[in-house]
Nanobody, 122 residues
Protein backbone atom coordinates (compact mmCIF):
# COMPACT_ATOMS: atom_id res chain seq x y z
CA UNK A 1 0.00 0.00 0.00
CA UNK A 2 1.81 3.08 -1.27
CA UNK A 3 -0.68 5.57 0.12
CA UNK A 4 -0.72 6.91 3.62
CA UNK A 5 -3.64 5.94 5.85
CA UNK A 6 -5.45 8.65 7.77
CA UNK A 7 -7.57 7.95 10.85
CA UNK A 8 -9.03 9.62 13.91
CA UNK A 9 -11.76 11.70 12.37
CA UNK A 10 -15.29 11.89 13.66
CA UNK A 11 -18.12 14.10 14.82
CA UNK A 12 -17.26 16.62 17.51
CA UNK A 13 -18.98 19.65 19.00
CA UNK A 14 -17.57 23.15 18.49
CA UNK A 15 -14.75 23.71 20.94
CA UNK A 16 -13.90 20.02 21.03
CA UNK A 17 -10.73 18.18 20.09
CA UNK A 18 -9.63 15.36 17.83
CA UNK A 19 -6.28 13.80 17.08
CA UNK A 20 -5.71 12.59 13.56
CA UNK A 21 -3.10 9.98 12.68
CA UNK A 22 -1.25 9.41 9.44
CA UNK A 23 0.48 6.07 9.10
CA UNK A 24 2.33 4.02 6.52
CA UNK A 25 3.12 0.33 6.47
CA UNK A 26 5.15 -0.02 3.29
CA UNK A 27 7.73 2.73 3.57
CA UNK A 28 9.48 4.78 6.24
CA UNK A 29 7.79 8.09 6.91
CA UNK A 30 10.92 9.43 8.58
CA UNK A 31 12.52 10.07 5.21
CA UNK A 32 9.83 12.60 4.28
CA UNK A 33 8.19 15.81 5.29
CA UNK A 34 4.47 15.19 5.81
CA UNK A 35 1.73 17.62 4.96
CA UNK A 36 -1.85 17.65 6.22
CA UNK A 37 -4.49 18.99 3.85
CA UNK A 38 -8.25 19.30 4.02
CA UNK A 39 -11.09 19.60 1.58
CA UNK A 40 -14.51 20.90 2.52
CA UNK A 41 -17.57 20.25 0.34
CA UNK A 42 -17.53 22.47 -2.72
CA UNK A 43 -14.08 23.84 -1.95
CA UNK A 44 -10.59 23.16 -3.16
CA UNK A 45 -8.14 21.15 -1.10
CA UNK A 46 -6.07 23.42 1.11
CA UNK A 47 -2.90 22.99 3.11
CA UNK A 48 -3.30 22.83 6.88
CA UNK A 49 0.12 22.01 8.30
CA UNK A 50 3.47 20.47 7.46
CA UNK A 51 6.27 18.90 9.47
CA UNK A 52 9.83 18.28 8.37
CA UNK A 53 11.33 14.81 8.26
CA UNK A 54 13.03 15.15 11.64
CA UNK A 55 10.16 17.06 13.22
CA UNK A 56 12.32 20.12 13.72
CA UNK A 57 10.32 22.38 11.45
CA UNK A 58 6.60 22.92 11.27
CA UNK A 59 4.22 25.34 9.64
CA UNK A 60 0.51 26.03 9.82
CA UNK A 61 -2.19 27.74 7.84
CA UNK A 62 -3.26 31.00 9.46
CA UNK A 63 -6.74 29.58 10.00
CA UNK A 64 -5.46 26.86 12.37
CA UNK A 65 -2.49 28.53 14.07
CA UNK A 66 -2.70 28.27 17.83
CA UNK A 67 -5.35 25.53 17.64
CA UNK A 68 -3.69 22.67 15.72
CA UNK A 69 -0.38 20.99 16.49
CA UNK A 70 1.46 18.68 14.14
CA UNK A 71 3.92 16.13 15.49
CA UNK A 72 5.54 12.89 14.47
CA UNK A 73 6.82 9.70 16.04
CA UNK A 74 9.22 8.19 13.55
CA UNK A 75 9.66 5.11 15.72
CA UNK A 76 5.93 4.44 15.22
CA UNK A 77 6.04 5.58 11.60
CA UNK A 78 3.17 7.94 12.35
CA UNK A 79 2.41 11.64 12.06
CA UNK A 80 -0.28 13.27 14.17
CA UNK A 81 -2.46 16.35 13.93
CA UNK A 82 -3.86 17.44 17.27
CA UNK A 83 -6.86 19.67 16.68
CA UNK A 84 -8.21 21.73 19.55
CA UNK A 85 -10.88 24.42 19.79
CA UNK A 86 -12.52 23.03 16.69
CA UNK A 87 -14.89 25.23 14.71
CA UNK A 88 -17.64 24.35 12.25
CA UNK A 89 -15.45 25.73 9.47
CA UNK A 90 -12.90 23.00 10.24
CA UNK A 91 -15.37 20.46 8.85
CA UNK A 92 -13.68 18.69 5.95
CA UNK A 93 -12.03 15.50 4.82
CA UNK A 94 -8.45 15.56 6.07
CA UNK A 95 -5.61 14.02 4.11
CA UNK A 96 -1.91 13.53 4.69
CA UNK A 97 0.75 13.11 2.04
CA UNK A 98 4.49 12.82 1.74
CA UNK A 99 6.37 15.89 0.60
CA UNK A 100 9.95 16.68 -0.35
CA UNK A 101 9.89 19.50 2.21
CA UNK A 102 7.63 22.09 3.79
CA UNK A 103 8.85 25.19 2.06
CA UNK A 104 7.79 26.90 -1.14
CA UNK A 105 8.48 24.73 -4.13
CA UNK A 106 8.20 21.48 -2.19
CA UNK A 107 6.70 18.64 -4.15
CA UNK A 108 4.14 16.08 -3.08
CA UNK A 109 5.18 12.44 -3.34
CA UNK A 110 2.74 9.66 -4.09
CA UNK A 111 -1.03 9.78 -4.31
CA UNK A 112 -3.81 10.89 -2.01
CA UNK A 113 -5.32 8.39 0.37
CA UNK A 114 -8.94 8.04 1.43
CA UNK A 115 -8.75 10.75 4.05
CA UNK A 116 -10.65 10.94 7.31
CA UNK A 117 -13.85 12.91 7.80
CA UNK A 118 -13.96 15.58 10.49
CA UNK A 119 -17.34 17.10 11.24
CA UNK A 120 -17.71 19.91 13.75
CA UNK A 121 -21.32 20.47 14.63
CA UNK A 122 -23.59 20.90 17.60
Amino acid sequence: QLQLVESGGGLVQPGGSLRLSCAASVFTLGYYAIGWFRQAPGKEREGVSCIGSSGGSTNYADSVKGRFTISRDNAKNTVYLQMNSLKPEDTAVYYCIRQTGCGAGSLRVGSWGQGTQVTVSS
